[in-house]
């Protein structure tokens, strides 16, 4: 078996140095220098040209400074410049957070009734906008209460939004709503149907931690969301499989965050994070022998504690595990060993990478460092009925290497770099051949040609963190993996674009969504990008429609249900809404 060391000699690479500072830096997500490739020729690599993604649809149109949004737009909405008034145009706020031209008929008058979705509109210079009762007027459009009548204000359409808002005699009230629902919740539109969150994220985030605490009952010591996956709005168990290696990873990342942002005032969600990680590395591992020895399951029966030798579940044989998933947990581990002070999870952390490098193997354009799915007795992947050699989530595995070496293991600075190399140089590139290398990350498919969301989603966030100090070809590497995600895995669906999972389940799960969410607010506060910005806001406030009015969340956006998938209800979901909030505090109001 190799080791860390080993792999050192064997691919001759240089010794990489990383700078393990704790200073806070000047911009959002970035973190030290860390090594980028060798200068080596990619062997295998897509040699294709990469499509250019979808055309922007900005306009030209530039706001008067009061407004506050520097972004050109369609038209402006103050006199609907831009747009043809003669054959009865008008500007307003979309769907999707920019100002553009409507088509007529436009002819509601101020103070008249109008429904942001359903009509009737407003004529130039109005936009729909609830007054001080929640009833739906047409408003003046402002930039500044000096642009309104006597005794009004002018009160910003969207925290997202600059000062653009609608001349009101007094502010809204909270619980105003129009004649449409979406999701639990009948829904709060303004303009011509750009969604407003029916609650705060604030309140809709505690009521969903709170619903968990109070509601379900523990499982032999453990929060039930630590050994199931799916359970009902009753905390009823509907399927007995179970993936305690994703769900229980990012449940860490999300208690964990959600304890930062409330200051660590509350003992119990440190209390969670600490049990699901207790949860992963006592009773959810292989044995301590065979080519994966005490690794992390990623698949298990609901409920088990601890999981047997055979667990494997979903679409995983019972002797097998998925690597990627270790770099998943290891990652997990080793901010909450940060967090703690509990060099026991880092310990954990470190035997998993080292039995990562121990398994690595040298990819190419046919396969990956590891394979998606190997029997942990042998370290063999899987041939029949299909290929398991392609695993499109590493840059877990990255962030866990990084970690180490971060923390003074050097060792693991040749297999970072070797792993680098792949991604940069083979990975990346695949984009613009179809994406057969970001095929399989799910563990209830099997399918080979089955490409997702979640991973290049994932790698294009590490990427907007790290930026300059990681690669030089940052931006246009990460907006190439958004413009991926974009193109095949963005659909629309009751009028909204939502992100599904992948090629075989076109459903927009919570998981996904504030995944994707969470990497286009990433975008927008590191590039400026206002479509990016306005697309984050609408998925996540799509995700608190999700959410019932006692906490209780449906694993889908556009639909009314009580649980499902708990790392897309709940787990996989929380840290996304930290993350963004992080970056633009003002959305949680």
């Given at each position: ?458 790698l294009a966030g590490y990427l907007l963190e790290r930026r300059a100090l990681l690669d030089q070809d940052w931006q246009s590497d990460a907006e190439k993996l958004l413009d991926f995600v974009n193109s095949i895995l963005v659909v629309e669906q009751n009028g909204f674009p939502v ?91």
């Amino acid at each position: 078996m190799k080791t860390a060391a080993t792999l050192a000699i064997s691919f001759a690479l240089a010794t990489l140095v990383a700078c393990g500072s704790d200073e806070a830096h000047d911009q959002p997500g970035e973190t030290e220098a860390l090594p980028t490739d060798d200068g080596r020729t990619p062997v295998g690599a897509c040699t294709a040209t990469a499509n250019p993604g979808t055309p922007s649809s900005a306009g030209t149109t530039v706001l008067p400074a009061a407004c506050g949004v520097t972004a050109p737009q369609g038209c402006n909405p103050l006199d609907a410049a831009g747009c043809d008034t003669a054959k009865g145009e008008t500007c307003d706020l979309a769907r999707d957070g920019s100002f553009r031209c409507f088509p007529s008929p436009n002819a509601g008058k101020l103070g008249e009734a109008c429904d942001a979705v359903a009509g009737p509109f407003c004529a130039t210079g109005l936009t729909c906008f609830p007054d001080a009762t929640g009833k739906a007027i047409c408003a003046r459009a402002c930039c500044a209460s000096t642009e309104c009548a006597d005794g009004q204000t002018c009160t910003p359409l969207s925290v997202t939004l600059g000062n653009v808002g609608a001349c009101t005699s007094g502010a809204p009230p909270a619980t105003f709503a129009g004649s449409s629902v979406v999701g639990h919740h009948a829904a709060k539109f303004v303009g011509r149907g750009f969604l407003l969150p029916w609650t705060t994220w604030n309140d809709a985030l505690a009521r969903e931690v709170t619903w968990h605490a109070t509601t379900c009952p523990e499982v032999k010591g453990y929060p039930i969301f630590a050994s199931t996956t799916h359970f009902d709005g009753n905390c009823q168990m509907t399927k007995d499989d179970t993936i305690p290696a994703t769900q229980n990873s990012m449940g860490i990342l999300s208690y964990l965050s959600y304890w930062q942002y409330g200051g660590r005032t509350d003992a119990r969600l440190l209390g969670v994070a600490k049990s699901l990680a207790d949860y992963l590395v006592k009773e959810a591992v292989t044995p301590n022998s065979g080519a994966y020895p005490g690794f992390p399951r990623s698949t298990g029966h609901a409920q088990a504690v601890p999981q047997p030798e055979d667990c494997g579940t979903e679409s995983d044989m019972p002797y097998e595990i998925e690597p990627d998933k270790g770099g998943m947990v290891g990652h997990a581990l080793m901010l909450l060993a940060k967090e703690t002070n509990d060099t026991s999870y880092s310990d954990v952390a470190l035997h998993i990478a080292n039995v990562l490098v121990a398994n690595m193997v040298h990819a190419d354009g046919g396969r990956s460092p590891w394979p998606f799915r190997v029997d942990y007795r042998t370290g063999i992947a899987r041939t029949e009925p299909f290929s398991q050699d392609i695993s499109s989530n590493m840059s877990y595995v990255l962030r866990l290497f990084d970690d180490l070496i971060s923390s003074g293991h050097s060792e693991f600075a040749p297999a970072r770099a070797e792993l680098w190399y792949w991604i940069k140089g083979i990975q990346i590139p695949d984009i613009a051949c179809g994406g057969k290398l970001w095929q399989q990350f799910f563990e209830d498919q099997p399918w080979p040609d089955n490409r997702n969301a979640w991973a290049p989603l994932s790698l294009a966030g590490y990427l907007l963190e790290r930026r300059a100090l990681l690669d030089q070809d940052w931006q246009s590497d990460a907006e190439k993996l958004l413009d991926f995600v974009n193109s095949i895995l963005v659909v629309e669906q009751n009028g909204f674009p939502v992100c599904v999972e992948q090629d075989f389940d076109k459903l927009p799960y919570g998981g996904i969504m504030s995944t994707y969410a969470a990497t286009l607010a990433l975008h927008a506060a590191v590039t400026g990008s206002e479509t990016s910005k306005q697309r984050a806001y609408q998925a996540f406030n799509l995700l608190v429609y999700a959410i019932d009015k006692d906490g209780c969340p449906d694993d889908r956006v556009l639909t009314d249900g009580r649980g499902g998938w708990i790392e897309d209800t709940h787990l996989d979901k929380v840290h996304n809404f930290v993350a963004a909030l992080a970056l633009f505090p003002e959305w949680a109001k």
